[in-house]
């Protein structure tokens, strides 16, 4: 196994590893390709990598799909902390004035649907902790299809550990609004009670974690860091976990512990622990223990709520009728629904046309 000697080295071989990856993925190939190591910085405590991206579009979707698989990348091969910022180097997307169909085709994949607020990358932050300040509870658009895991989730942020919810379970499909409740929990608590040691983190990285402390016999460490210096966590995807027998024995033990100390557990999931393939029985008693709220597609009332609502924040002029039809075509997803706002409004910037619904049926590329 090659092992990098320098700063290019490290990033040639995160860059070829993701890439072989994921060699089937295109939205991945097309988004993450074209990212360059820019410097890697000496800070106070730890090393800035600086990437660079072509476009703001391309930041959002590596923050939002593929921030946390980088840092796994990294963290197998460089075992000192580091910090990562994404810098936009200027470059523009081609699109034909009289081809609207162009920008529909370069972001119509489900993957690239959604382009959130962008997480503040460049904070230094504890290995783990990315919690986005954006996604709060205030800017979670209530709904009869989330109402149930919203309370329940603002409950616990006010009284972590002592509702007997725990874990709480945030169950749906993709896109549906489950990330957004971990990181609202983390920063309601984090806002009342600062000194709170949260850890936020995707279960895949908790995964690669536990397969690379197990590798270089650093099991205290990676014990330590999760059992003892953590006093919330939030895990998403938690699915994944079903893929590692290993992983399974550590997550379960780190249950327990949490569990014992009265420390607060929320995970998310894609499918309710009994659905979850590969897992094993006592985890997923254990999940089962605590609450499970689930999320579902919310109706057009809400989805024409959501838009308003990322409308204002972003500042667009969007006519009730571009609402109703934009709720109308996005029933997959929040993911879709806000990606196809996004098409519309980079579309309407970029060729300098008011938004209306002529203009938004060309652009979406869909017929009644």
């Not at 993450?32 to 990598?49: E, G, M, V």
């Not at 699109?95 to 460049?122: F, I, K, Y």
């Not at 879709?336 to 209306?356: A, D, R, T, Y």
């Amino acid at each position: 196994m090659h092992n990098p000697s320098s700063n290019d080295d490290i990033w040639k071989t995160v860059k070829s590893n993701l890439i072989t990856k994921n060699s089937e993925n295109k939205p991945l190939q097309t988004w993450f390709n074209p990212t360059d190591l820019l410097s890697i910085d000496q800070t106070a405590h730890s090393k800035r990598f600086k990437l660079g991206v072509p476009t703001e579009l391309h930041k959002y979707w590596i923050s939002e799909n593929l921030f946390d698989r980088i840092c796994s990348e990294i963290s197998s091969i460089y075992k000192q902390p580091f910090e990562i910022e994404l810098v936009v180097t200027g470059k523009t997307i081609p699109v034909p004035p009289e081809s609207p169909g162009a920008l529909h085709q370069a972001l119509s994949t489900q993957e690239t649907a959604l382009m959130p607020p962008m997480p503040t990358l460049t904070e230094p932050k504890k290995p783990g902790d990315f919690l986005n300040s954006e996604y709060t509870f205030s800017s979670f658009v209530v709904g009869r299809n989330n109402e149930f895991a919203h309370a329940t989730s603002f409950r616990i942020a006010q009284r972590p550990g002592s509702e007997g919810y725990n874990p709480l379970f945030i169950c749906g499909p993709t896109g549906m609004g489950k990330t957004h409740l971990l990181h609202a929990v983390g920063n309601h608590i984090r806002a009342n009670v600062p000194q709170t040691r949260i850890m936020y983190i995707s279960a895949e990285r908790f995964l690669n974690e536990c397969i690379s402390s197990i590798r270089r016999g650093e099991m205290d460490k990676f014990k330590m860091r999760y059992r003892e210096k953590c006093d919330l966590l939030l895990m998403d995807d938690i699915q994944v976990l079903g893929r590692g027998e290993a992983v399974q024995e550590e997550f379960f033990h780190t249950l327990n512990d949490f569990f014992e100390k009265g420390r607060q557990v929320v995970v998310a999931s894609d499918r309710v622990p009994k659905d979850i393939k590969g897992l094993e029985d006592r985890i997923r008693t254990r999940l089962e223990w605590g609450l499970i709220a689930d999320i579902q597609m919310p109706d057009i009332e809400t989805r024409m709520a959501i838009l308003r609502y990322k409308a204002e924040k972003k500042q667009i002029l969007l006519p009730d009728e571009v609402i109703s039809y934009i709720a109308k075509i996005s029933k997959r997803s929040i993911r879709e629904l806000e990606g196809n706002l996004n098409k519309v409004k980079m579309f309407s910037e970029l060729q300098g046309l008011p938004i209306n619904l002529d203009l938004t049926k060309k652009v979406l590329a869909v017929h009644d």
